[in-house]
């Protein structure tokens, strides 16, 4: 991939004022401005949420029901977070006390589903809570994990019940889907960058199109793989070795999509994509917060590899990237036109963008994006955790953070025994010589807990998760 300026802000807008008009953002998004954010509301005290449920699949994600504790370490003095499960016993101490993370007002709700923790917030006992906060300071802030529609209406039906403003720190849910929808988020770049900044990706909305889609890109991919548009972590993907697609009858390919349409709910209405699937171990992502286009440009936060396991390639965990100079300047002005577009259309808050990386990251690569992540994340939560906690000038420690499995002989483990087994070890925030970070503990009880390494180098930090912890933790 040629070295060269990427970033055309002109061309950027051009192709947000395009796509805006032919997908009607301005009419769809219209009844959300009363709760645009803004810097009038930084002030006021913040609702974090980190409800789920606007991405499918989740149910077999080990804890997912518990995830909603990330919101905490966003939280500080002043602000509120909610989860529909209770903190796991000990956490709360550790998060004020040895992380100095504030002191948040906790609110449980109460559901059917947990995981619905903005839906459980119009509870009259919630609700009448946060009307009480927003009414004493004057407005409230919800940031949410993903500013679904369910959260505009909570922050809404808060300002009209309190009286005074409130606001969503994140996009409008049009313009969120825009951002999440990977057919959508195609386009996007295909017009901002160009067609050579993505696979080769077919669409279509039933099955034979699809199957004689998947049939013509297998004679010439090696790999081939069908995506659902809206589905996260490699949830609503499948990839196919293209050889014996390249011998099977037209029906044994449609038996091939019909399955992976009945196993992943297909609507009939809704694309899927049909894609050429690269074979390659390097897949980063760019890491960027998007602030209201009155208040400047996107800022790039960071380059990251990300840690991925299997042919689907499901995310596991990230850290900083080594992947060299040239290549991350690639990626981040790559990243920067398409944020500054989505930015045009109206798109406020985290935002990243995945991308894989073909030949040689240190000479000639080449670089496509694979989807947008509207939303907070596995990589930018502890990001954004160790940017609150570790002190740099502007280049952050090596780390790496990952979900972190116990074996058998440790399940059943309780928080304070792993802060015990840990405790030398323990970054604290008044010292610089610990090196884990625990968060999203929750799914402790299932034998899985969020670890954050730090090192002196990559190298070390990548020690500590497979030397030092289990060794302190005696597997």
């Known amino acids: 991939m040629k070295k060269r300026n990427l970033l055309d802000i002109s ?7 395009s796509l805006s008009k032919e997908w009607d ?15 009038k509301h930084r002030n006021m005290p913040v609702l974090h949420l980190e409800d789920v449920t ?15 504790h990330r919101a905490r370490v966003r939280a500080s003095d002043g602000d509120l977070f909610a989860a529909g499960t209770a ?3 000990g ?3 550790y998060c004020r006390d040895t992380l100095g993370l504030g ?12 995981k619905a923790v903005a839906r459980a917030c119009f509870d009259s006992q919630v609700f009448d809570r946060l009307q009480q906060r927003a009414s004493k300071a004057g407005g ?7 500013a679904i529609h369910t959260v505009w209406e909570l922050a809404a039906e808060l300002a009209v019940a309190a009286g005074v403003p409130t606001a969503v720190l994140g996009p409008p849910p049009p313009v969120m889907w825009v951002a999440n929808d990977k057919s959508h988020f195609c ?5 901002a960058l160009g067609p050579d900044w993505i696979v080769e990706t077919r669409r279509a909305t039933d099955a034979e199109t699809l199957s004689r889609d998947l049939g013509d890109l297998s004679q010439r991919c090696d790999w081939v793989g069908l995506k659902r548009t809206r589905c996260a972590s490699a949830m609503g993907n499948v990839v196919f070795d293209a050889r014996p697609l390249r011998v099977a009858s037209d029906g044994e390919i449609k038996d091939l999509v019909d399955e992976f349409l009945t196993r992943t709910q297909w609507c009939s209405d809704e694309e899927v994509l049909v894609v050429e699937w690269r074979e390659t171990d390097l897949s980063p992502s760019t890491q960027l917060w998007l602030p209201p286009l009155s208040d400047g440009p996107p800022r790039m936060e960071g380059v990251y590899e990300q840690i991925l396991e299997g042919p689907e390639k499901v995310f596991m965990g990230s850290r900083p990237s080594t992947l060299g100079k040239e290549l991350n300047d690639a990626l981040g002005q790559a990243s920067m036109q398409v944020a500054v577009a989505l930015q045009k259309m109206g798109y406020v808050g985290r935002c990243s963008f995945d991308f894989i990386v073909t030949g040689d990251p240190q000479g000639e690569f080449h670089a496509q994006f694979t989807e947008c992540n509207g939303r907070w994340g596995g990589t930018s939560t502890p990001m954004h955790l160790v940017d609150r906690l570790v002190p740099h000038n502007g280049t952050r420690p090596a780390y790496i953070a990952t979900d972190y499995y116990l074996p058998e002989s440790h399940l059943g483990i309780t928080f304070p025994e792993l802060i015990e087994a840990l405790h030398a070890d323990l970054y604290h925030e008044d010292q610089s010589k610990g090196r884990f970070i625990l968060y999203n503990v929750g799914p402790l009880k299932r034998g899985k807990f969020d670890v954050i390494s730090l090192g002196k180098t990559p190298d070390d930090a990548r020690r500590g998760l497979e030397e030092i912890l289990p060794q302190r933790l005696g597997i």
Not at 25 to 39: G, I, M, R
Not at 140 to 146: E, I, K, N, R, T
Request: proline fraction near 9%; charged fraction near 20%.
């Open 11 to 17: 061309l950027a807008n051009s192709v947000a004022e």
């Open 25 to 39: 953002l301005h009419e769809k998004t219209s009844s959300y401005a009363p709760q645009y954010w803004s810097a």
């Open 54 to 68: 606007g991405i499918p699949f989740l149910d077999n994600v080990t804890g997912i029901e518990e995830y909603q």
């Open 87 to 89: 903190p796991t016993g």
């Open 91 to 93: 956490y709360e101490d």
């Open 103 to 114: 002191s948040p007002e906790f609110l449980q709700t109460e559901a059917e589903d947990p």
């Open 140 to 146: 409230l802030v919800v940031h949410p994990y993903m």
């Open 187 to 191: 386009r996007v770049v295909e017009e």
